[in-house]
């Protein structure tokens, strides 16, 4: 159960990140996030990395879908 735990933090906090005005569409401040949390729990950090790319791709896919929805609708 800590592995859920650990995990939920790194994505609350990351889900924090990505929302601070740093850099557009939270593109980097979420890697980072990643790379400092896992060094942080003793994760793989190129797993981070990947994990936090997976999480880009399918906030991308999620909106170019609700996007073409929403313009087919119209």
Known sequence: IAGIVQYLVV??????????????????????????LAKYFHYDVSLAVSLALMFQLITLFVCITGGTVTLEDN
Do not use: C, D, K
């Open 11 to 36: 994505f609350l906090i990351t889900s924090i990140a990505v929302v601070l005005p740093i850099t557009n569409g939270g593109v980097g401040a979420t890697e980072i996030t990643f790379v400092y």
